[in-house]
């Protein structure tokens, strides 16, 4: 069998693994959510009662998410992209990533979006890997150095495990080997790294790139913020930034459409390690999933088809 015959073969094993994980934690979810419907009912009810001006200004926020997406987009690519087409696609690859597990369906649309304007598949997809892996850069930073600055403004360093430490110098030792053995991977990340040389020689796609990932990470982070004032739960900026920062890494463990289930009991988990009470915990999430994932949900796949039909994406 050829490499062009297997590649679907592969393909449709992984997807039908991720959905298969994506069902056991959704049911997971439901079941937890069933055995907590009154802390869920307390949340909803102090969300609908929370401060109209700190919600406001968590859409604001939310909204502000998308520009800065296509922003560090627009980074990760030498070529220019059509402004209000780029903002537009990351707006429906939110509504888009809702639905497919590990983020497959942001990817998906992302990835056509930029084969329509122009860029090999190649250099589509490893500019969409640049913008995921300095992403993942820009939040252990962040986490890393508000930990620093405020030692004790989530007490969960302590109860890491100390196995959990090990395995990062591990699965990097195991990642140098892969490649210094395969030829092909080192080819192929010998073009990645071209590709991302020739961003970072324009200063400003660099600061594009890492700029835009910033912003993202913050204005998710002050979505939640908002949305904790919002309900009267006074937590210092700096755990809520790094409840946060905590809950999205552990999410991405977990290959659920949009983080659906993983992040929203790793967030209620952090927040509640930061000092907010459970219910109050619940709220938050509540408010946070309301403005970045369900209100945009409708629209977003509206803009998709749009797109779509304009043969955009």
């Not at 990351?90 to 509504?95: D, N, S």
């Not at 080997?177 to 796609?205: E, N, Y």
Request: hydrophobic fraction near 55%.
């Amino acid at each position: 069998m050829t490499v062009a015959e297997s590649l679907p073969i592969t393909m449709g094993r992984r997807f039908y693994t991720q959905l298969a994980i994506t069902l056991v934690v959704l049911a997971v979810a439901g079941g937890v959510a069933a055995a907590h419907r009154a802390t869920l009912d307390s949340g909803t009810d102090r969300l609908a009662a929370g401060d109209g001006e700190w919600l406001v200004l968590a859409c604001l926020a939310a909204v502000g998410t998308w520009v800065c997406a296509a922003v560090a987009q627009q980074g990760a690519v030498v070529e220019p992209l059509p402004k209000g087409r780029l903002v537009a696609a990351q707006f429906a690859a939110g509504a888009a990533n809702h639905l497919l597990p590990a983020g497959a369906g942001a990817a998906v649309v992302n990835l056509r979006f930029l084969t329509r304007c122009g860029l090999s598949a190649r250099r589509s997809a490893t500019a969409l890997a640049v913008k995921a892996a300095v992403g993942g850069i820009v939040r252990c930073v962040l986490g890393v150095v508000l930990l620093t600055a405020s030692p004790g403004t989530v007490h969960l360093s302590a109860r890491v495990p100390h196995g959990l430490v090990l395995l990062v110098p591990v699965a990097a030792g195991v990642v140098g080997l892969a490649v210094a053995v395969s030829g092909r991977l080192r080819r192929t990340l010998g073009r990645a790294f071209a590709d991302v040389r020739d961003v970072h020689r324009c200063r400003a796609r660099a600061c594009a790139l890492w700029g835009g990932s910033v912003a993202f990470a913050l204005l998710h982070a002050g979505v939640v913020l908002a949305v904790v004032h919002a309900i009267g739960l006074g937590l210092p900026a700096s755990r809520v930034l790094v409840a946060y920062l905590v809950a999205s890494g552990a999410a991405a463990l977990l290959p659920t459409p949009g983080g659906l289930g993983s992040l929203d009991a790793a967030l209620a988990l952090a927040l509640t390690a930061a000092g907010a009470p459970g219910p109050a915990a619940v709220s938050a999430v509540l408010g946070y999933r309301l403005l970045t994932g369900w209100l945009p949900m409708v629209p977003g796949l509206l803009v998709l088809a749009l797109l779509a039909r304009r043969s955009a994406v």
